[in-house]
């Protein structure tokens, strides 16, 4: 007689396939496997247009202001006012009597003076801050992934849902050009999180880490496109 089967039907073969497949994705290669595999799932999902994050559909119009290339001024040194941009639910917040804000004891002229360079460089600082901070918690051994892409996820959601809202508020005179402003620099952390995000799930924190030391993360991105812009505009030799 031959030996027995050790699986005597379809449903013990599928059970014992089951458990099997569980075994392996508790080893180290099975973890790469299944990292390998949720990065692909990812950009399928994220292949849809106007898609910042699986699930997250945004206007077309947030995307291109996520692009513009924004003046900030390098000397200004205040912390605030952020416009609302910075504590949840991220609604905008009038920044009141310009009068007030910190001026750079050092001019440079034209657009880079103005309120919109003021105010953006206060977005561009805290920007930066916030960069490094998840560039530091990114890289961590230690990092939930699954944890954090809910949070960032909830970020971006409730980025958007505040973006939308503004854009929507009907504009007062004399806060036409701070909303105006917030609209950008809210586009603009909006997309540069979820892609921040993104390169991290895409590449893992291997490459996500290598892409920080070269300067190749969003916002590191954004900081050369702003030093560019100052040079082609900004002369102090005239």
């Known amino acids: 007689m031959g030996r027995r089967a050790t699986h005597l039907t379809a449903a013990a073969k599928m059970a014992a396939k089951r458990l099997q497949a569980k075994k392996y994705r508790a080893t180290e290669g099975g973890s790469h496997a299944r990292a390998k595999e949720n990065r692909g799932q990812y950009r399928k999902r994220t292949a849809l247009k106007n898609t910042l994050l699986p699930g997250l559909p945004v206007c077309s119009e947030l995307l291109h202001r996520g692009k513009k290339m924004l003046r900030a001024s390098f000397a200004v040194?205040?912390?605030?006012?952020?416009?609302g941009l910075w504590n949840?639910?991220?609604q905008?917040?009038?920044p009141g009597n310009y009068d007030l804000l910190e001026r750079p004891s050092?001019?440079?002229g034209g657009d880079w003076d103005s309120n919109?360079?003021?105010?953006?460089?206060?977005?561009?600082?805290?920007?930066?801050?916030?960069g490094w901070d998840h560039y530091d918690e990114w890289c961590g051994t230690g990092l939930d992934e699954e944890e954090t892409a809910i949070l960032v996820s909830q970020e971006v959601a409730v980025?958007?849902?505040a973006w939308e809202q503004l854009r929507a508020m009907p504009v007062i005179d004399?806060?036409?050009?701070?909303?105006?402003?917030?609209?950008?620099?809210g586009a603009k952390i909006a997309c540069m999180l979820a892609k921040e995000w993104e390169h991290h799930i895409q590449g893992g924190a291997t490459e996500y880490a290598a892409s920080g030391r070269s300067g190749n993360l969003p916002w590191q991105l954004m900081m050369?496109?702003?030093?560019?812009?100052?040079?082609?505009?900004?002369?102090?030799?005239?």
């Open 88 to 90: 949840p639910p991220y």
């Open 116 to 130: 919109s360079a003021l105010l953006g460089g206060i977005q561009y600082n805290k920007i930066v801050s916030v």
């Open 106 to 108: 050092e001019a440079a």
């Open 159 to 161: 980025r958007i849902q």
């Open 174 to 185: 004399q806060d036409a050009e701070a909303m105006e402003l917030a609209l950008d620099w």
């Open 92 to 94: 905008f917040e009038v």
């Open 77 to 83: 040194q205040s912390a605030g006012p952020l416009l």
């Open 224 to 238: 050369k496109d702003v030093m560019r812009l100052f040079g082609e505009e900004v002369d102090y030799g005239s």
